[in-house]
């Protein structure tokens, strides 16, 4: 069992659920909710949920009439995993000189610059993310497992090649991680 | 200066900082109850920075969103020195430990709004 597959405590969202969430998305984000505005969790999980919607909006139209049960349970996964991601989890270590600065960013964070440095590379939509290595070791090496859907007509290769790059150079210009492998895994196919 | 006033220097300081776009408390077990508070404006929202003194031990804790424009690495640096400068100047004694975490990496957001065409 990993930690992605421990029940997900109540506040996790800082006392939100992923429906008020999505609604208040949209409502265009008004009035201003400080306490969802406020929290890092909240915005993390809309900055995803935002994208997800502006990249597969087109998709889920098309889709939604031929296969309402497949799209629907698509949908489903990719919200359950930006869910999840919000968990904090480890502390990625931030190397200073001085001994008394202790700095970090959280797994969450790292999990969602992942996310973020694949939606908008274009040709896929990220799925779920998983950081495997001892991160809160600085430079140790870190395996990370990402599931995405595929542009139909792209090339599988190729987009995976470009996929793990593009995440190998977010993940190390924003962390200091040495990336050791980016394993891809399409798990689905949409049209643009 | 009180730990109260000290944490609103230092919340503003820190939204100063290039790369910075919000401040968070950082996530302890009393999330939830100073999000009620938070709610209820029970809590000032610029006292965000934690101010901890604790047997002539000085500690402060962070939570920041930074922009994805810039290294979250040099944006969270550049924090933990602002704070600890801060902290060194403005109290009586100095940090014994500045703790800052990123907790969001976000898109770039335009700093000027979409102007109207012709």
């Given at each position: 069992m990993t930690t992605d597959d421990l029940p997900l405590p109540d506040d996790d969202l800082?006392?939100?659920?992923?429906?008020e969430l999505a609604d208040y998305l949209?409502?265009?984000?008004?009035?201003v909710d400080p306490s969802i505005e406020g929290s890092a969790a909240c915005r993390l999980a809309m900055t995803n949920m935002q994208r997800l919607r502006e990249l597969s909006v087109g998709a889920l139209e098309r889709r939604a009439d031929a296969e309402p049960d497949r799209e629907a349970g698509w949908v489903d996964r990719l919200l359950e995993a930006i869910r999840a991601e919000v968990r904090p989890g480890r502390d990625v270590p931030v190397a200073h000189p001085d001994p008394r600065l202790q700095l970090a960013l959280t797994e969450a964070a790292v999990r969602g610059l992942v996310r973020r440095a694949g939606d908008t590379m274009g040709g896929v939509v990220m799925g779920r993310c998983t950081l495997d290595g001892d991160?809160?070791?600085?430079?140790?090496p870190v395996r990370i497992d990402v599931t995405a859907g595929l542009v139909y007509g792209e090339p599988v290769e190729?987009?995976?090649?470009?996929?793990?790059?593009?995440?190998?150079?977010?993940?190390e210009r924003h962390t200091g991680l040495v990336v050791d492998a980016v394993d891809v895994r399409f798990d689905d196919v949409y049209l643009p | 200066?009180?730990?109260?006033?000290?944490?609103?220097?230092l919340t503003a300081a820190v939204r100063r900082v290039p790369g910075v776009t919000g401040v968070h408390r950082a996530r302890t077990a009393a999330a939830a109850a100073e999000?009620?508070?938070?709610?209820?404006?029970?809590?000032?929202?610029?006292?965000?920075?934690d101010?901890?003194?604790?047997?002539?031990?000085?500690?402060?804790r962070a939570g920041i969103a930074v922009a994805g424009d810039r290294a979250a690495a040099d944006t969270v640096r550049a924090v933990g020195e602002c704070i600890r400068d801060l902290v060194d100047a403005e109290s009586a004694s100095s940090a014994d430990l500045v703790s800052v975490t990123v907790q969001?990496?976000?898109d770039p957001v335009p700093t000027d709004p979409p102007q109207p065409r012709d």
């Amino acid at each position: 069992m990993t930690t992605d597959d421990l029940p997900l405590p109540d506040d996790d969202l800082d006392g939100h659920t992923i429906e008020e969430l999505a609604d208040y998305l949209d409502r265009g984000r008004t009035p201003v909710d400080p306490s969802i505005e406020g929290s890092a969790a909240c915005r993390l999980a809309m900055t995803n949920m935002q994208r997800l919607r502006e990249l597969s909006v087109g998709a889920l139209e098309r889709r939604a009439d031929a296969e309402p049960d497949r799209e629907a349970g698509w949908v489903d996964r990719l919200l359950e995993a930006i869910r999840a991601e919000v968990r904090p989890g480890r502390d990625v270590p931030v190397a200073h000189p001085d001994p008394r600065l202790q700095l970090a960013l959280t797994e969450a964070a790292v999990r969602g610059l992942v996310r973020r440095a694949g939606d908008t590379m274009g040709g896929v939509v990220m799925g779920r993310c998983t950081l495997d290595g001892d991160l809160e070791q600085p430079g140790a090496p870190v395996r990370i497992d990402v599931t995405a859907g595929l542009v139909y007509g792209e090339p599988v290769e190729a987009t995976a090649d470009r996929l793990r790059r593009t995440i190998a150079e977010a993940v190390e210009r924003h962390t200091g991680l040495v990336v050791d492998a980016v394993d891809v895994r399409f798990d689905d196919v949409y049209l643009p | 200066m009180d730990d109260e006033a000290l944490s609103r220097t230092l919340t503003a300081a820190v939204r100063r900082v290039p790369g910075v776009t919000g401040v968070h408390r950082a996530r302890t077990a009393a999330a939830a109850a100073e999000v009620v508070a938070a709610a209820l404006t029970l809590r000032e929202p610029d006292v965000l920075v934690d101010v901890d003194r604790h047997g002539g031990r000085v500690q402060v804790r962070a939570g920041i969103a930074v922009a994805g424009d810039r290294a979250a690495a040099d944006t969270v640096r550049a924090v933990g020195e602002c704070i600890r400068d801060l902290v060194d100047a403005e109290s009586a004694s100095s940090a014994d430990l500045v703790s800052v975490t990123v907790q969001l990496v976000e898109d770039p957001v335009p700093t000027d709004p979409p102007q109207p065409r012709d």
